[in-house]
């Protein structure tokens, strides 16, 4: 039946999420959006597109209604939801089209055959860039009669397994050049449903990556021309998104925003972008902060960019590695030392978040190399270092058979964070986890090396990230001693207490949580009885914030005795020790403790403590003051800790969307710029030394300050 003029043909785009645990990915569903709007202006046909996120939303739809075709997005943090849904429809009523497009998907064809044949419930997958060869499958099927077996033939960017048995494989095909042809799914209105408050806007600037990184995906040649959007669309969504963004704030909801380019502020046209970000700023109060990747080269015009939207841009200066052994192994170009260097102290002085990433396990990896780039990076001023293992993503160079081979790789898999869940579609269970595959050893870095990092990692996101001890990293800098130095003389600490439970809890399931066969992961996590383990958070977590939010919330005083005992050793070591920098540093962990007291507690309890020094002053002082003698003079003050009406706002919203449970505790401090919910600090007038008032939980403060 020739259907080329029939109403009411049912297309659903779906780019699920995990949801009950968190909402695992938390970005509006724009990608799917675009072929929706795509669809409608390349096909004359009338078609009834609708777009979902969240797999109860399908669910309920599916009571009611049934697509004709259904298209899913397939990431690393999905796919089984993708597979799960497609094998059940498919039981169901088996002329359900299905469609699978996105970028975890092998590159090489003999692996790309092995997937499809693995994955019978798909009837087409769309390689690369989707709108142009989506929108010819959808005509063709339209043309057919929605006839899926008919279409099951070799077309540009579409493969499929068709009736004889055969794998038809095709070149992808061409990008769109010019993504102005793209009618924005936010000004037609297709997105309108999902500013609930737990999602936020996506946009995309342009798509494409100069750069080939082996580990990425769009390290690929088909990705290395840069293509854009025009100003003015891009303009028009920003205001758009700022005028319902108002509306959600309202509510409670949430108000940043995500840019989804690969390298933003790289290009002249993002200056632009930032214009209209910081129109919106002035006019909707959004986006008060944005989550991107910032360019790899010309931190000129990077810098100038997030000078124009106020610090809201968070400022990267990812390297991955900087050994050159490593860096040329994965085809890698950095910027230079001194341009690192040159861009975190930039960035402090325009107030924006500066960070940088490191991943371990890359081909030619050691552990004397990732220290140093650590090193590198710390001494730079970078204030947060991002610290991954390598995982090895389909679709990405990496993950070949040759370059496992040639480095000797030896991985293990895991469950993926907050990406589990089980639902029912009637009467057909649906259970889905996603597994990753991750290097922990190679033919440079032993796996009790590997360990050894992780155990370094922890003690960087405890003690450095977020600046918690802040104040001591200034005394540090003052005093001519490297703060990376501190960081390893914590990593070398020998650990009691609290703080050695939550170390030794670490690394045991650091170890605990790698398997080394995919199906037997597959297998133990996929019965409902785990699943329930891991969405209560029994099992699964983001180890790091997990145990980073056990040492701030669960042992802060613990946490903070350590960071105490590093200094003082230092400084003995370094000949810059006296009685009264000492008692000094004791104020100065004082202070970093009551800063991050409860700032994920939605009750608000100011603290009062007096203070003999002005550590006040010192914390709000350059971080290149040039003598600390100003703040020495001993004149006891009261200090009141509190946290503003704003803060408190921001708290709430975070606790509405994620919780208030270890995993949700987790889950906010790796989506926030952490700095700017730490308690604000007032002098309450001058007080007689020994005076202070503490929470009764404060165990052991007396002795910080005395």
Not at 138 to 163: E, F, M, T, W, Y
Not at 626 to 654: D, G, I, K
Request: hydrophobic share 40%; net charge neutral; charged share 25%.
């Amino acid at each position: 039946m020739d259907t080329d003029g029939a109403a009411n043909t049912k297309i659903w785009l779906v780019d699920f999420t995990y949801t009950q645990q968190v909402i695992a990915s938390e970005t509006m569903p724009n990608a799917v959006a675009c072929l929706g709007t795509f669809l409608k202006i390349a096909l004359p046909a009338p078609l009834e597109v609708r777009v979902f996120k969240y797999p109860e939303k399908v669910l309920e739809a599916l009571q009611d209604d049934w697509p004709h075709l259904i298209g899913f997005s397939n990431y690393m943090w999905n796919s089984e939801l993708t597979f799960g849904f497609a094998r059940a429809m498919k039981a169901k009523r088996p002329r359900t089209i299905t469609v699978a497009g996105g970028p975890n998907y092998p590159t090489e064809k003999p692996e790309q055959e092995a997937f499809m044949r693995a994955h019978p419930e798909l009837d087409f997958y769309v390689v690369k860039e989707g709108e142009v060869a989506f929108s010819d499958l959808v005509k063709a099927l339209l043309q057919a009669g929605l006839n899926a077996a008919d279409c099951k033939v070799p077309r540009p960017g579409v493969h499929s397994i068709g009736l004889d048995g055969a794998f038809h494989h095709s070149e992808p095909a061409e990008r769109i050049r010019d993504l102005t042809v793209i009618p924005s799914p936010y000004l037609e209105g297709l997105l309108d449903e999902f500013f609930d408050g737990k999602l936020y806007p996506i946009i995309q600037t342009n798509r494409g990556c100069p750069f080939t990184c082996t580990f990425c995906v769009e390290g690929l040649s088909y990705y290395n021309k840069v293509y854009t959007n025009s100003v003015e669309k891009v303009r028009r969504e920003i205001d758009y998104i700022g005028r319902k963004m108002v509306q959600v704030r309202e509510r409670g909801g949430r108000n940043d925003l995500f840019i989804a380019d690969s390298n933003f502020g790289m290009y002249k046209d993002d200056l632009d972008t930032c214009r209209a970000l910081a129109e919106s700023q002035d006019t909707y109060g959004w986006p008060g902060y944005i989550n991107v990747a910032t360019g790899k080269n010309n931190k000129e015009r990077v810098l100038e960019g997030a000078k124009l939207i106020r610090g809201a841009l968070r400022l990267a200066g990812s390297v991955q590695s900087l050994d050159k052994e490593v860096l040329q192994n994965i085809k890698r170009a950095n910027l230079n030392e001194q341009q690192i260097m040159e861009l975190a102290i930039r960035s402090s002085e325009i107030g924006a978040n500066s960070y940088s990433e490191v991943i371990l396990g890359l081909p030619g990896d050691r552990k004397e190399s990732h220290f140093k780039t650590v090193q590198i990076l710390v001494d730079a001023g970078f204030n947060y270092i991002n610290l991954y293992q390598l995982m090895l993503l389909p679709g990405t160079e990496m993950a070949n058979p040759e370059t496992r081979r040639k480095f000797q790789m030896v991985t293990k898999f895991r469950v993926l964070p907050r990406c589990y869940g089980y639902y029912d579609l009637e009467d057909l269970p649906i259970n889905a986890a996603q597994i990753e595959e991750v290097c922990v050893a190679q033919s440079t870095l032993p796996f009790q090396d590997y360990l050894q990092c992780r155990k370094f990692h922890l003690m960087t996101y405890v003690f450095y990230n977020d600046g918690i001890f802040g104040e001591l990293l200034k005394l540090l800098r003052v005093l001519g001693i490297s703060r990376f130095d501190w960081i390893m003389k914590l990593y070398e600490h020998p650990l009691s207490g609290p703080i050695a439970e939550v170390m030794d809890n670490f690394l045991k399931e650091t170890q605990a949580e790698l398997w080394d066969s995919r199906e037997a992961l597959w297998e133990f996590v996929t019965r409902r009885e785990n699943l329930t383990r891991y969405i209560n958070g029994e099992v699964g977590s983001n180890l790091l914030f997990k145990h980073k939010a056990w040492a701030w919330a669960g042992c802060p005083e613990a946490s903070g005795r350590v960071a105490l005992a590093t200094v003082i050793q230092l400084m003995k070591e370094t000949g810059k020790w006296s009685q009264q920098l000492e008692a000094f540093a004791r104020e100065l962990v004082l202070f970093g403790v009551l800063r991050m007291r409860d700032i994920l507690m939605v009750e608000e309890q100011p603290v009062e403590q007096v203070f003999r020094f002005d550590v006040m002053g010192f914390a709000k002082s350059p971080w290149d003051v040039p003598s600390l003698e100003p703040f020495l003079a001993e004149q006891p003050r009261r200090l009141r800790f509190y946290r503003t009406p704003e803060q408190l706002a921001q708290v709430r919203t975070m606790v509405n969307i994620y919780g208030q449970t270890v995993q949700g505790r987790s889950v906010m401090l790796a989506r926030v710029f952490v700095k700017k919910l730490l308690r604000q600090v007032t002098e309450q007038g001058q007080a007689t030394w020994g005076q202070h008032t503490a929470s009764p939980a404060w165990i052991g403060a007396e002795a910080l300050s005395s």
